[in-house]
């Protein structure tokens, strides 16, 4: 009630006028109702019917998909959705305008579909283990002006300072809103390529990391607007593009009171704690598998490509950015692991927990952690003699190393596979429909809305 209360009283002072109920698809596309604010202390109590449809059987495109155990399978019906209210935010890019995210039941439980209750229950489970996870995406995305449809800027000048410049009042009302938002900007940058963008922010514990990358790629969409651009998360708009838009997970290991750092051992091997060093070889022996939560998109997999910045193989090095996890090592509170797997067209929840499955796992087997890589993962003479696998850059190779990792399927539980599954299914076919057509923009046309 005490929450409850304190968020009244943050509408009623700030002319809070309306309110958008809010949930993330399988894709990372937020999904609403709006309500006006008058109404959101009973839909706080009695919660908001939400059609399940929003977080489990719509494309990227939009399409409705056949088979995921959440359309004609349960008549279609709603959810009864109830705030969170930990996440409620007041979105300053919005007049008067305010947004919470809610967690689907049905019947008094959490539904399984919805990739933030995925990640919650992967959560809890580390929580249980004794420890929590600081944690930060590091999206990259693309802007083009919506007239014209040329990138917002020319050149392959990367972190160019007069580049960086193309429009300040853009940039500096991203970091302005998104800071009274909750989500707290470090750093605005050009990327590489024309057009190509990365803005970074704090990490933080638990869920909210997630949540706040939710909040972030739905914010720079909606601010891009109304500044005459276009911002997409999709992985590789162009593919042409020398570079694709990742979203590194940075990332580091606490225990359960988040107080204290257990990634750092100053007299371990690499300065990596027992414990760090068993997180990170459960990703590496998961890799294969974690990319389709990592990478959910055909287009998102086409990034993984040598000598593209993004990683081939299951490998890991000492601030080494041609390796799936780059180790930054410092000191007690300031080692974190850079995850260089993630896509930026995809969702963060299901990111972050493919991650926790496969870290945990590392835990509680004690994997140990292969050699680092010294010179570049591209160059096979640098590579370990044994345990190097391949990430699958292909939506069948992908799906396939999915589905026969135990650990991942296990812990996912079989109604989310279900969902998940079909989705991957649908867009193979959508992608071999387009092929026999002979349509070369599908990709795009599709991803779109990323």
């Given at each position: 009630m005490e929450k409850q209360s304190t968020v009244l009283s943050e509408i009623r002072n700030?002319?809070?006028?309306y309110i958008r109920m809010e949930l993330s698809d399988q894709y990372g596309i937020a999904r609403s109702k709006t309500i006006p604010?008058?109404?959101?202390?009973r839909k706080t109590a009695i919660g908001q019917n939400f059609s399940q449809l929003s977080y489990a059987v719509f494309d990227p495109h939009g399409e409705i998909v056949m088979g995921t155990g959440y359309l004609e399978e349960i008549n279609c019906r709603d959810a009864t959705c109830f705030p969170d209210l930990d996440t409620f935010a007041i979105l300053p890019w919005v007049k008067n305008t305010a947004r919470v995210i809610l967690n689907p039941t049905y019947k008094g439980e959490a539904v399984i579909g919805s990739p933030r209750e995925v990640c919650k229950r992967q959560y809890a489970r580390l929580t249980d283990m004794g420890y929590s996870l600081m944690a930060a995406h590091e999206h990259e995305f693309y802007l083009e002006t919506l007239d014209t449809k040329k990138p917002a800027f020319e050149t392959y000048h990367f972190q160019s300072t007069?580049?960086?410049s193309f429009n300040l009042p853009f940039t500096q009302q991203i970091e302005r809103d998104l800071f009274v938002a909750g989500v707290d900007i470090e750093s605005i940058e050009v990327e590489y390529c024309p057009g190509q963008m990365e803005i970074s922010y704090s990490p933080t514990f638990g869920i909210r990391a997630a949540d706040n990358a939710h909040t972030y790629r739905t914010a720079i969409k909606e601010i891009a607007r109304q500044h005459n651009y276009r911002a997409t998360f999709m992985t590789k708009p162009d593919p042409k593009a020398l570079v694709a838009s990742g979203a590194h997970l940075n990332h580091s290991l606490w225990d359960a009171d988040g107080k204290v750092s257990l990634f750092y051992d100053a007299d371990a091997q690499y300065g990596l704690s027992k414990v760090g060093q068993h997180w990170m070889a459960g990703i590496l022996e998961h890799?294969?598998?974690i990319t389709l939560l990592s990478a959910p998109t055909i287009n998102c997999l086409s990034r993984y490509q040598l000598n593209s910045w993004s990683p081939v193989n299951n490998t890991w090095g000492l601030d080494n950015r041609s390796c799936l996890l780059r180790a930054k090592v410092s000191d007690q509170n300031g080692t974190y692991v850079e995850n260089r797997l993630p896509g930026a067209g995809g969702s963060p929840y299901l990111s972050l927990t493919g991650m926790i499955i496969a870290g945990m796992d590392g835990i509680e087997r004690k994997l140990p952690l292969p050699e680092p890589v010294n010179g570049s993962a591209y160059d096979k003479k640098n590579l370990p003699s044994t345990g190097v696998k391949g990430i699958p850059?292909?939506?069948k190779g992908a799906l396939d190393e999915f589905l026969k990792d135990k650990v991942i399927i296990e812990a996912l539980g079989s109604e989310f596979i279900q969902?998940?599954?079909?989705?991957k299914k649908h867009e193979m076919k959508c992608q071999e429909d387009a092929k026999a057509k002979g349509d070369v923009?599908?990709?795009?046309n599709y991803y779109s809305y990323l």
């Open positions: 700030n002319n809070i006028e604010a008058r109404h959101f202390k007069i580049r960086s890799a294969p598998a850059n292909t939506m969902v998940f599954v079909a989705l923009d599908w990709e795009k």
